[in-house]
């Protein structure tokens, strides 16, 4: 089967598996008692490293491609409150979970929303304290999502200062008609400058986001946008499916269907990107992500040491994950916990001494097992099957390995290098809650 005719028989709705189960089969949440329990074991009395996120939602303009949680607004005025809430949120598990501040913090990531809509005053007021009252391990990582359209100097050198090496620019695509389609004009001189300051200050490690499947995205757009990236060579690129989700965010109306490249146009988009960026010297990281074959993420994946979490691949694995600010989610080795999405809820619950749960889900014995079989898929390629997995393998996998985008040798399954851009669709064999309950309406993206 050519690569056009794999490309529309497997291009359907799949999660992208940033979790497992994924959010839309969460089931009970955690109560705040066994919410604090788990991440107390999951800290194991200060032994065990763990990460922070901290969420940011406001942005000053809509970018109608995104389907993250923002408030749009110009209203600098709303930082000083938000960085406070922050603050107080972050007290309030110090004090129920001691462990924090005993225990190696391995990452703290920012992002949005848009991180430096923050002045480096508000950045600075919001992490020293944080920063000041944790141990951080060894090999800290601290990094930020920016708009180099809101971003300067002043604030990298803060974020710097504060132990801050990696940053992730928000570039999407070059085409200047494609940007004002996508409500975000960014020049290419503003993202060198960037790049540049970024660099000079010290910043190890850059990362350019890059989206295809956009409106009016075409290969000769496609080969700009990949010209212009490699100018810069950005140490990371995320390379993302454009994930048409109105039903979630319906600023994506805005589209006309017409308008966006679909099935094998939009997929040679991407297949053009990952030759050039092969060619280049860069090394194809897990599903979506590449980097320069010295980078820390290229590294992990050949060690065996790449992971993966809501904050996408790391090099580094920690126990438990606490997520800060409205809409952030959390994991521990038992449960997962999201907050409050809506900022007034949330703002209500801080000031009244209370997590701001949202949802989330305990995890059961089947859960934990079928989330460590994904995560190995999507960070090697390959995974170990149980007993009865073996069984349902051959006649559930049929069609794939008849397409060859797998092998199956014994309990262990291997994607070939043909199967990598199937990654979601070889995953849904270990999804028992998608199995078991398959969605009666539209809940997932396109799967490439």
């Known amino acids: 089967m050519n690569d056009s005719a794999l490309f529309a028989k497997y291009d359907v709705p799949a999660p992208r598996y940033t979790s497992y189960p994924t959010v839309p089969y969460w089931g009970v949440a955690p109560t705040q008692d066994q919410w604090i329990s788990h991440l107390r074991q999951g800290l194991d009395s200060g032994r065990n490293k763990w990460s922070m996120y901290i969420h940011i939602p406001f942005c000053e303009s809509l970018c109608t491609f995104c389907g993250c949680n923002t408030i749009i607004t110009k209203d600098h005025k709303k930082e000083d409150p938000y960085l406070k809430l922050i603050l107080k949120e972050w007290e309030l598990y110090r004090q129920l979970v001691p462990e924090f501040t005993k225990s190696q913090l391995q990452g703290l990531h920012l992002g949005g929303g848009t991180p430096t809509f923050l002045s480096a005053d508000h950045l600075g007021q919001m992490l020293s304290p944080i920063l000041e009252q944790t141990h951080r391990g060894e090999h800290f990582e601290g990094s930020i999502e920016v708009d180099p359209r809101r971003t300067n100097r002043e604030q990298l050198q803060l974020l710097y200062k504060l132990g801050f090496r990696r940053i992730s620019l928000g570039v999407q695509d ?8 996508v409500n975000r004009l960014q020049s290419f001189e503003e993202t060198e400058s960037i790049t540049r300051q970024a660099r000079e200050i010290g910043f190890d490690s850059v990362n350019f986001d890059l989206i295809y499947g956009l409106a009016k995205q075409t290969r000769a757009t496609m080969e700009h946008t990949i010209a212009q990236t490699k100018k810069l060579r950005p140490n990371r690129i995320a390379l993302y499916s454009f994930a048409l989700v109105p039903w979630i965010k319906p600023a994506q109306r805005l589209f006309k269907d017409e308008d966006l490249p679909t099935g094998k146009d939009k997929r040679d988009l991407y297949e053009y990107a990952r030759t050039e960026l092969l060619n280049f010297g860069y090394v194809e990281v897990g599903m979506d992500h590449f980097a320069l074959k010295d980078e820390a993420l290229a590294v992990a994946m050949t060690d065996h040491k790449l992971h993966r979490n809501f904050m996408g691949y790391t090099d580094q694995k920690s126990q438990v994950m606490l ?6 989610i959390s994991e521990s080795p038992q449960s997962f916990h ?15 001494g209370v997590i701001p749960t949202a949802r989330g889900h305990i995890l059961t014995e089947e859960d934990v097992s079928r989330r460590e079989q994904i995560l190995s898929l999507m960070t090697s390629y390959q995974v170990k099957m149980n007993p009865e997995q073996v069984k349902q393998a051959p006649e559930f996998l049929r069609e794939m390995i008849a397409d060859q985008l797998l092998a199956i040798h014994g309990d262990l399954i291997q994607v070939s290098e043909k199967g990598k851009p199937f990654l979601r669709n070889i995953c849904i064999f270990f999804d028992e809650h998608l199995k078991r309950n398959k969605p009666q309406t539209k809940i997932f993206s396109q799967s490439l």
């Open 338 to 352: 999201q907050n409050e999405k809506i900022l007034p809820k949330y703002e209500e619950l801080i000031n009244s």
């Open 174 to 181: 070059f085409n200047p008609e494609i940007q004002r389609l």
């Open 323 to 328: 997520g800060l600010g409205v809409s952030s």
